[in-house]
């Protein structure tokens, strides 16, 4: 396998090799336009059918009816932190938060600049090594919102079933998730997810909204933060980073044509996880899991082992056996294996191999 295959980074992640070879093509010339992917307008008839592919795919792979607002948009995953309070909070209302890891403290610090939260539930007393089951969680009937993150990059928790009220809008950052498996995505008013994880390269956050929760946001805020501005303008309502987008679209065609939907990249998936975790199970004195099992994300396999000088050898050992993006998030250090779409089964065997053999030389 290659550098790009054996790629385990936390985000921005390996992509599929045919979705690379296709950008490598279309940096010097976009077949069916005659110019560089880096020169072709946002205003261009092609770049329309884009954006109007990219959104139908969306819906196609996530079985959403075509009702459901697909808008691609800047800032990252940060800017729906604070746009989404902005936009839902200005009345005085109160949203319900889960804090389960770092990315929603971040989400819920943002939010506490526009209006009040309630705390469904926090991870922080058990530093963040497991997920609340429903009977723990304390949801309000009139919130405005409830927020929770599908899989916490950083800590490697991932929610395997729909935390919330049905009557009350549910949102969901899916950052590190979305398009990996199959979910009930219809029960969502609000998703969101920036592309650099499963979708795409840095620069493109999917914002994905149910028709009714459409109409129940205000219409008279900046355009820049106004949802129904950027969906009346089908994503351009300024310039948009067309590379971006253009290779999001490609990821679909592949997850489409190429993968067989999302059923098979989850199977694909599944495959990874166990492969790794089972090395986790295999020699739990050494390559100590971070996650509670039940709640073991598919995307993000955080461990620590028996002390950081062997952490550090294991990271220096890894690279130099060709392995990268292996280190933990900066907060909490350990190590990370991020198993995205773009990753092939075979790089998790040949990390569960290389995990044998270093064990062995400690033991
Ligand atoms: N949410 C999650 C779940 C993340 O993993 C990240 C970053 N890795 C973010 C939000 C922040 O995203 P961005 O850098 O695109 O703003």
């Not at 499963?198 to 999917?206: E, F």
Request: hydrophobic content about 40%; some cysteine.
């Amino acid at each position: 396998l290659n550098a790009n295959q054996l790629n385990f980074s936390g985000g921005p992640g390996a992509l599929p090799e045919t979705v690379l070879q296709q950008l490598h093509t279309a940096m010097l010339c976009v077949p069916e336009v005659g110019l560089s992917i880096l020169g072709i307008s946002h205003r261009s008839e092609w770049f329309a059918q884009v954006v109007h592919e990219l959104e139908d795919n969306i819906r196609q792979l996530m079985g959403l009816p075509a009702t459901t607002r697909v808008l691609m948009m800047q800032g990252g995953a940060t800017q729906q932190f604070s746009m989404l309070p902005m936009n839902l909070l200005r009345n005085g209302q109160s949203a319900d938060y889960i804090h389960s890891g770092y990315w929603s403290g971040k989400a819920i610090h943002e939010a506490e600049k526009s209006g009040k939260l309630q705390l469904a539930w926090s991870g922080k007393a058990d530093q963040f090594g497991r997920l609340p089951t429903d009977a723990e969680l304390q949801l309000s009937t009139d919130a405005a919102y409830f927020h929770y993150i599908s899989n916490e990059t950083v800590e490697g928790l991932q929610f395997h079933r729909v935390p919330g009220r049905e009557d009350v809008p549910r949102i969901c950052d899916m950052s590190s998730d979305l398009l990996s498996a199959p979910g009930e995505f219809n029960r969502y008013a609000m998703i969101y997810a920036h592309a650099q994880k499963n979708i795409g390269p840095a620069g493109v956050t999917l914002v994905i909204l149910r028709d009714d929760f459409m109409h129940s946001l205000p219409s008279d805020l900046p355009g820049f933060i106004n949802y129904h501005a950027q969906a009346d303008a089908h994503s351009i309502y300024n310039t948009p980073p067309v590379f971006a987008i253009y290779s999001v679209l490609l990821v679909t065609r592949w997850l489409r044509d190429e993968i067989g939907g999302l059923h098979t990249i989850a199977v694909r998936n599944q495959a990874k996880a166990d492969c790794l975790y089972q090395v986790l199970d295999d020699h739990a004195d050494f390559y100590r899991g971070r996650a509670a099992v039940a709640d073991r994300s598919k995307m993000n396999v955080v461990f620590n082992l028996p002390s950081t000088e062997i952490e550090q050898a294991f990271l220096q050992q890894a690279r130099e056996a060709g392995f990268s993006g292996l280190n933990g998030h900066r907060s909490i250090g350990g190590i990370r294996a991020s198993i995205y779409n773009g990753l092939e089964f075979a790089a998790t065997e040949q990390l569960a191999a290389f995990m044998q053999v270093f064990r062995k030389s400690y033991q």
